[in-house]
């Protein structure tokens, strides 16, 4: 099945403000920007499930986003579909994660409450519109943001096809949207297959599930491992696309992924081992949150006094607000600084800023 866009390639193209193309093409040049951004180079050091894991072979927020890529991209080529738009929103999807994963999310979510609350979808708009460089964004197509921001890989539709109408981006403010390519509902569904086996195969790893727990239903249907399972889903996918004229899963496929889903939730996700996590993470993030409000409020962006606070996350904090002070200026609201630099930090960064934090300084002196 060849399929095509109903939107026409001029608005798919279209940036926030003009710019020179090149060699590169529009998509190809958006996912460039994008593995070249801070943000993105972040992500290897970001939880996907499990919190700062001590084992190199556990997924991080990077290797998932490259595995939705893969998939994304097969799917495409199979149905004609651009590739490089593919990789673009694929690689840029989930650069609004906070450290920590959900866990992050939920406590964002709760001090945002006035705002509407925090979701990662629509937060990685406003990291590649906005603050990657300094408040400028990456300037990308409509194509790349609409696939971005209507990612959301929470909902497990069956089938899908593009919104008949394009979404105004920076009006989005729920998960109800869709994207409005082929190539970002083939985002869409790749973000699922790429998370249910690797999700399990990693809680195996890590001694969470045993592989006689997993249902029957699942094994037989889907196959007995991560690779196993994609390549079902995915030529599941292209199979059903050329039937129904969508892109979703038979009624079998679909049935044991929602069987899977619903496995991964009680066994790996609500597990008591990741419930234990969550409680430690809310209280570093509390301890994050409650000491970069205290000094923002004191110290504005007066930088040189943070330097009196004498720890290194204060002196980190001032430099982000000298880069970023022109930019919430003209925003005209401060709401989202704490937000947005916690949202940014790592796994790594996040935990070594609160031990700071919560680590005596020892007095020193001068014989």
Not at 137 to 162: M, S, W
Not at 212 to 222: A, F, G
């Amino acid at each position: 099945m060849k399929v095509q866009n109903h939107i026409n390639s001029e608005t798919l193209c279209k940036r926030l403000y003009p710019r020179k193309e090149d060699i590169r093409g529009y998509f190809f040049r958006d996912m460039t920007a994008i593995i070249h951004s801070y943000p993105y180079r972040r992500l290897k050091h970001k939880t996907q499930v499990f919190f700062a894991p001590h084992n190199d072979h556990i997924c991080t927020r990077m290797e998932h986003v490259m595995h939705v890529a893969t998939i994304a991209v097969t799917i495409c080529k199979a149905l004609g579909l651009d590739t490089d738009l593919a990789w673009a929103i694929s690689v840029g999807h989930d650069l609004g994660h906070t450290p920590f994963g959900h866990t992050g999310e939920s406590m964002l979510s709760k001090y945002l409450e006035k705002q509407g609350g925090f979701c990662h979808e629509i937060y990685s708009l406003r990291v590649v519109d906005h603050l990657i460089n300094c408040g400028k964004g990456l300037n990308l197509t409509y194509a790349v943001r609409d696939g971005i921001i209507n990612h959301c890989g929470e909902k497990f539709e069956q089938y899908l096809e593009p919104a008949a109408e394009p979404c105004v981006p920076e009006e989005v403010k729920s998960r109800s949207f869709y994207p409005c390519t082929w190539e970002g509902i083939a985002v869409r569904m790749s973000d699922k297959i790429a998370y249910l086996g690797r999700d399990l195969e990693d809680a195996m790893r890590l001694g969470l599930v045993k592989e006689e727990d997993i249902p029957d239903k699942v094994t037989r249907l889907l196959g007995g491992g991560n690779s196993s399972m994609i390549n079902t889903m995915v030529c599941d996918a292209v199979e059903n696309a050329g039937k129904i004229g969508k892109i979703g899963f038979s009624d079998q496929v679909y049935e044991a992924m929602v069987c899977l889903k619903k496995f991964n939730y009680e066994h790996i996700y609500q597990s008591q081992e990741l419930i234990k996590y969550d409680q430690r993470i809310q209280r570093l993030i509390n301890t994050l949150w409650e000491y970069l409000s205290e000094i923002f409020d004191r110290y504005g962006f007066d930088y040189s006094r943070y330097d009196g606070e004498q720890t290194n996350i204060a002196t980190e904090f001032a430099g982000y607000l000298r880069k970023m002070e022109a930019f919430y200026r003209s925003e005209k609201d401060f709401s989202y600084v704490i937000p947005d630099y916690i949202a940014g930090m790592t796994d790594k960064f996040a935990i070594d800023s609160a031990t700071e934090l919560l680590s005596p300084r020892q007095f020193s002196y001068n014989i």
